[in-house]
């Protein structure tokens, strides 16, 4: 038996039921080598690196139109931002973006509430609650996919937070710290559970006949004694169009550096795997979207104000 370290709001960093579920996609382990076993990357220097991450909240609910069917809607922001390390670490680009999403492809006007509240709109043909939601973050992926091809562009190895984002031949790599699926067999399993840190699996391929074709490899962050194998564990990911001799370059710096940036649990509730630059940065977005109640009430008095208007 295990407690899971993580906060239990945040969910699990490994989602159990009767074992983690098996890829649907088809694995190639051959990838790097037939020959599996923990690699461990010679030392290098660390690389000029951007950690990316996004956040987004409904900010109300609403409805809009007459009759006993109006269109129900959502105020949401979403924000996505940079921590940039080059031998300090710093806060790097930011950006906020405020959204009406309202469903039965209604898209009404929204005046600005304040100078500093301000929505534009968009609509989706649905009108349940997860569809409203999905138009939100898809907005919040927009921003976070800008920003590392911007910062990709500019020759910094990028590591964003979740699966990856973009499938060009750039140094991006998408970090995933939970695991609701393995791509492993029961004989390449054991491998990725033995990981010490700053080792990783060899690289195995999925996905190579669908739009995402990939490479991915596991890596132990931190040492993890007296919790569950997974924890501590990591799987990142990077576009198979770099490919595998870029790709193996990466897999090696990621796994040699990202130890120094894994978290303390005293500091963070979901350590280890929770990066402490991803979780600076987390910080930083939520309070850049402002405060909750105080954007709700602006909503709801500025809404008034247009129907009295319209009077």
């Known amino acids: 038996m295990w ?3 993580w906060s239990p709001e945040y969910g ?9 579920t098996s890829s649907v996609e088809e694995v190639d382990p051959g990838v790097e080598t037939s020959a599996w076993g923990p690699i461990t990357p010679a030392p290098s220097e660390p690389p000029v690196a951007a950690f990316i991450d996004g956040v987004d909240r409904v900010d109300a609910r609403a409805f809009y139109g007459q009759g006993s069917s109006p269109a129900p809607g959502l105020f949401g922001s979403v924000a ?4 940039l390390v080059d031998g300090r670490a710093a806060f790097g680009p930011t950006e906020v973006q405020r959204w009406s999403v309202f469903g039965a492809d209604v ?8 100078t500093a509240v301000s929505y534009r709109g968009t609509s989706v043909a649905g009108t349940r609650p997860e569809e409203l939601r999905g138009a939100l973050q898809k907005a919040r992926s927009r921003l976070e996919e800008d920003l590392a091809r911007r910062l990709a562009r500019e020759g910094m190895l990028v590591i964003a937070d979740g699966p990856l984002l973009l499938r060009e031949p750039v140094d991006l790599v998408g970090y995933i710290k939970s695991h609701q699926k393995t791509y492993l067999s029961p ?13 990783r699996t060899p690289i195995f391929g999925f996905g190579m006949s669908s739009h995402r074709p990939r490479f991915s490899w596991y ?25 595998l001799q870029r790709a193996v370059g990466l897999a090696d710096t990621v796994t040699y ?6 978290s303390k649990a005293f500091w963070d509730t979901r350590a280890p795997q929770n ?14 979207l402002g405060d909750r109640e105080l954007i709700m009430r602006r909503i709801r008095s500025g809404v008034q104000a247009g129907r009295s208007a319209r009077g």
């Open 12 to 20: 699990s960093s490994t989602e159990v039921d009767d074992g983690l």
């Open 80 to 83: 996505a931002g940079a921590v």
């Open 257 to 262: 550096h990202l130890p120094r940036f894994s």
């Open 3 to 5: 407690v899971e370290a």
């Open 275 to 288: 990066l402490v630059p991803i979780a600076t940065l987390e910080r930083k977005l939520w309070s850049l």
């Open 107 to 114: 898209n009404p006007p929204v005046r600005p509430f304040s």
């Open 187 to 199: 004989e390449h399993a054991p491998v990725a559970l033995g990981l010490a840190p700053g080792q």
């Open 219 to 243: 890596t132990r962050i931190a040492p993890a004694p007296h919790q569950h194998p997974w924890a501590a564990i990591a799987r990142c990911e990077v576009s198979s169009t770099i490919g």
